[in-house]
């Protein structure tokens, strides 16, 4: 069965920098458009980022020249390294894989501390 595994978050000070991991199986990754969502206490799910299956990149307004999505198709892993993070980036980030349905991570923490 398909199954998300997603991996790098933590605590990082604000204007620091992660690189979150988001391990696949049981899927041909190039076929699926996949990306990155947030959720913050409080606040409504975000996309934050998308990659197509031709490796078109969409961002967040809000993240912008700060993130990259990029994926690996031989390691079957999706990546969304986060630069010059800010409090406001805090949040569980989950990783999906859309092909008609979507397939879900389990999420990881990601804090920014001021």
């Known amino acids: 069965q398909v199954q998300l595994v997603e991996s790098g978050g933590g605590l990082v000070q604000a204007g620091g920098s992660l690189r979150l991991s988001c391990a696949t199986s049981?899927?041909?990754?190039?076929?699926?458009?996949m990306g990155w969502y947030r959720q913050a206490p409080g606040k409504q799910r975000e996309l934050v980022a998308l990659?197509?299956?031709?490796?078109?990149?969409n961002y967040a307004d809000s993240v912008k020249g700060r993130f990259t999505i990029s994926r690996d198709n031989v390691k079957k892993t999706l990546y969304l390294q986060m630069n010059s993070l800010k409090p406001e980036d805090t949040a569980v980030y989950y990783c999906?894989?859309?092909?008609?349905?979507?397939?879900w991570g389990q999420g990881t923490q990601v804090t920014v501390s001021s």
């Open positions: 999906f894989a859309r092909q008609g349905s979507y397939y």
């Open positions: 990659i197509s299956t031709l490796d078109s990149t």
């Open positions: 049981g899927l041909t990754l190039g076929s699926y458009a």
